[in-house]
């Protein structure tokens, strides 16, 4: 059978395409490298979790990451650290798992280069497209996915086509009164984190529940805007839609015109197969879409498929900033509501998205994960490193979990683009199907650690104006393994970009890519908002281009 389009990935990047390309009346081939889970598979279980069911075994299919130590690049396979840049290796890939702060990028984060000076040694440039033409289908992923909040003046409030969220924000720990309170107080503007968890009934996906386990936990109601719960299923209700689960692309296979005309992969015990169709969307997550690039290599595209100009895996993205810690207890609020379960904080900053000087970043509030078991180890150390015990432990455990709660402020920043930030792929490194796996070089610019201190002594500021105890800091440039994007960045110059405006590969006409690895930037927000909306965008291209395309 051929396929009319075939789409490696059920992430957000393919969630939106196999949505309306579904409904369009197109047969479309959806090959997911994990299984197929729903909301009664989904357990709160921190050991589920901790075992990475929903991802590969790293002594079998690892990464290698490229640190600058001691003047050299030096690479280290994952199994080595534990450090895993899997995300989800389910139908809805990751988005199973994400906490779902959905904020918009604002109009100059498409112009970055025109706004600013570009940083020596940076390669940041502008997009191709501007904020005008990604508003409708922000407008759109908070319709379909569903988007909970409350739009609230501040000072780089995007434009927007609607006055507000259609659900109303979640319910709240009362701790977001001293947030509040401490924002006024310093002259920050302190506002409602709109997250991509509905709060009222839609079709047949149940409001958030408030189990207390959310973010990296996949959600047993549906309330989570996953590409599985919010679009896939009523995908599948058009009968177009195939799910191959447990397939593992390995390479797109070219043909005399330098289209794609195949996809082979393995299934889970590895016997190799072929998928054919008429137009292919990549849609793997920036890492594995990059290597699935540089892998497919064959007499037309030595380098990998689309990788002519050798763009492929360059300008890597991911988020440099950090994390700052305080305590509170019984002094701050009552312990039965600084104690009530499962009540999100949703409160955000952006005071300092842009300055006149630099692009700046995001503060999210938000509690500590209350995984029982992490919680309980980090106590075994006490404040000088030595070992607790026994009855010591005993009290420390109980004083941490019913006396006192960790609020958390992560801070999210522009991952500047540069030449040591990269995917690549090395012969040498193969995982347990012999296939050269992906190589991450995580060189981060220095500007972005200034600008993580920066925003960092603003957060302590709240912490110390709401009175929080053992207040620390963790702030790094090292990526988030979670958040993954450039690599296959757009432009309309085919020279230093693999991908045309509407996330057409400029060396493969029918080959589209609509995960993060489109962005030349990322905004100082989790990408996975903006991800929906441009494969909304890319949908809509296809459809009205269909035919042109595939002839």
Avoid at 160 to 170: A, C, E, G, Q, V
Avoid at 185 to 205: G, H
Avoid at 494 to 501: A, D, E, F, Q, R
Wanted: hydrophobic share 35%; glycine share 6%; net charge neutral.
């Amino acid at each position: 059978m051929i396929y009319d389009v075939c789409v490696v990935g059920s992430g957000a990047g393919a969630g939106p395409i196999i949505y309306e390309l579904s409904r369009a009346g197109l047969k479309v081939c959806v090959l997911e490298k994990g299984d197929i889970y729903n909301e009664k598979d989904f357990s709160k279980d921190e050991i589920v979790v901790r075992r990475d069911i929903y991802t590969p075994n790293l002594k079998e299919e690892y990464h290698t990451i490229e640190e600058f130590v001691d003047g050299s690049w030096e690479k280290f396979p994952t199994y080595e650290t534990g450090w895993s840049f899997w995300n989800g290796s389910i139908l809805g890939g990751s988005s199973n798992f994400m906490s779902g702060y959905f904020h918009r990028l604002k109009p100059n984060d498409f112009k970055l280069a025109s706004t600013y000076e570009v940083p020596q040694d940076s390669n940041i440039v502008d997009w191709p497209i501007s904020y005008e033409d990604l508003e409708p289908y922000y407008t759109k992923v908070e319709e379909v996915v569903g988007v909970s909040g409350k739009v609230q003046k501040y000072a780089f409030l995007e434009p927007r086509s609607t006055k507000d969220f259609i659900y109303p924000p979640l319910n709240e720990n009362k701790i977001v009164d001293l947030i509040d309170k401490a924002c006024l107080d310093l002259n920050y503007t302190s506002i409602k984190t709109p997250r991509a968890i509905i709060s009222k009934q839609k079709d047949d996906r149940n409001p958030c529940y408030y189990s207390n386990y959310c973010g990296s936990y996949a959600c047993s109601s549906g309330a989570k805007g996953s590409s599985r719960a919010s679009l896939i299923k009523d995908a599948l209700k058009t009968n177009n839609v195939e799910i191959l689960a447990n397939s593992f692309v390995i390479k797109l296979n070219t043909d005399k015109n330098k289209k794609i005309k195949s996809a082979t992969y393995l299934t889970k015990n590895g016997t190799k197969k072929e998928v054919f169709a008429k137009l292919f969307v990549l849609a793997a997550q920036a890492v594995e879409t990059s290597r699935l690039l540089l892998n497919s290599k064959d007499e037309n595209f030595p380098n990998g498929v689309a990788n002519n100009s050798g763009n492929v895996g360059k300008n890597f993205l991911s988020t440099s900033g950090g994390i700052i810690s305080a305590t509170f207890d019984e002094s701050h609020l009552p312990l039965k509501d600084l104690h009530a379960s499962g009540l999100f904080v949703n409160r955000s900053i952006m005071d300092w998205y842009y300055t006149k000087e630099f692009k700046g970043g995001v503060i999210d509030v938000l509690f500590e994960h209350q995984n029982p078991i992490r919680r309980a180890s980090s106590l075994r150390w006490d404040e000088n490193a030595d070992l607790r015990i026994g009855e010591e432990l005993q009290n420390s455990i109980f004083e941490t979990f019913t006396k006192t709660r960790t609020l958390n402020m992560e801070i999210f920043l522009d991952w500047t683009p540069t030449d040591n930030s990269f995917i690549s792929v090395d012969e040498k490194y193969k995982d347990k199907y012999g296939i050269p796996v992906a190589n991450i070089r995580i060189g981060s610019h220095e500007r972005d650690l200034k600008i993580a201190n920066f925003v960092k002594e603003k957060a302590v500021k709240v912490f110390e104006k709401m009175g929080g105890k053992n207040i620390v800091s963790d702030i790094s440039a090292l990526p988030s393994s979670n958040l993954q994007a450039g690599g296959c960045r757009f432009g309309d110059n085919p020279k230093i970009s693999v991908l045309n405006k509407n996330c057409q590969a400029h060396e493969v006409s029918n080959l589209f890519v609509t995960d993060g690895s489109f962005m030349p930037t990322g905004g100082s927000v989790p990408y996975t908002f903006t991800i929906y909306a441009n494969s909304f965008r890319v949908a809509d291209f296809l459809k009205d281009n269909y035919k042109k395309i595939i002839n």
